[in-house]
């Protein structure tokens, strides 16, 4: 008999200490991506990944104290030798078929071992009883990423299949520890209504974080799913506003972040974005492409001295934004269009962000790489540029936030020095980057601007 590919797969996972988690993800939310990839990205194959027999567990968990890793479920994402990506899904922790015995060798192991690395989960198959014997045996070993969407079980169960209601996911709001909680953000009214369920539940002696998350969606989402993050989108920044006003207070709420706007991110990180950029020497005949979220800031804010920047676009035909879900392609067709555009000064660099060939650290999710970039455009220099995955994965506060809605980039940009250094005081200086530089007994400060 053949062997079993996903089996011999498993078996090499379990002998480096992985379980890799289920996938296609059996929880099915009506806004996850992970089934509709290889519709965007035909070279991309969700790997098959079955319910482990216990053997397979048992050689998994004795791997454990070999390795002394933090066990969770991994999603390993790789490129196989045939050139093609194969994409396991982030699947949901409580969703991986394991027993409350099995669940519970998973986090004794981490006690074991020190660490407390966080379970994701979306609330399907995780019951009251389940989080109560966890976080009462491993306090503090077990800690959990709850994607509780919603408080609200009319939305809810259209995102999520045969969703019941969120009475467990209420008391489990209570006695979690550290808990990260997520919202997805429909309208301002609804998101505010569940923070103050978070803030009423929430374990006061180990107060949760809350991240809010707007709904992305592709073209092939359905309706309700784009309205939803049509919506939501639409009053976001009121959201900001409400919450940086001080009208309410969260006081059981250790922190609420935010995953939106894109633009808010480059705006936060402009600084580092001119250091990594300012050892190229940018000038003319320089093209930096980026993701449409970072566009109006790179070009606004951070690159000058005449270099063009111009976005970049995926395929996916909805409200995505970033840089994680462009391919070679995405750079193939965009920047063929820019390369034909007439130009006094041509094109002799193109600065690209290093973070789209990801997978395997090679290649992009539909498995291209840069060298066909550079085969394609031979007669331009191809630059990765790398911006670290804390950059990538960070959160907004909500002062972050607020100050990317206020800021009026055009009138900053074109800000002249002579008038801003009209309101400087006596040991203030204004810095050729646009930097207040201020002398004091304690030494030398800097601070940037912000109309
Ligand atoms: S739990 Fe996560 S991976 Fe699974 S379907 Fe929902 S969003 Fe997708």
Redesign the pocket.
Known sequence: MEPDFEDLRSDAFAASGYYPNRS??????K?????SLPEFYPKLKVARVRPRTPEQFDFYTSKLDEYRASAIPISPVVLEPTGMVTYT????FF?QGLTLDQLDRIVEANTKTGTSPYV???G?GFDFATAKFLQEKHPDAFRVRL?LLTYNDEIKRTL?PKWEDSSDMRKITSILRDANIYLLHFNVEQTLADLRVVDELANPDSKPRVGVAVVHHTRKHSPQVQKYGNDGLADFEALIRHLMSGAEAFENINEITFQHPAEGFTFRFRNFLRETLAPYHLGESDLVLCSKGAFTVMRDLVVRNGATVRPVSDGLGGSTTFTTTLCTDDFVRDLGEILAEPRDVPFRRVLVPAPVWWVSNQTCLNGGTIDDLRNTFPTVEIVPVDVPLDILESRLTVREAYDYYNVDLAKTRDLPHDVVAQCLAPNESLTETGFVRRLSDDGVSYDELLV
């Not at 296609?24 to 939310?29: H, N």
């Not at 806004?31 to 089934?35: G, K, L, N, T």
């Not at 899904?89 to 949901?92: L, P, Y």
């Open positions: 296609p993800c059996p929880v099915g939310c806004f996850c991506y992970e089934r899904s982030n699947s949901d969703a994701s989960t979306m399907k994607s999520i």
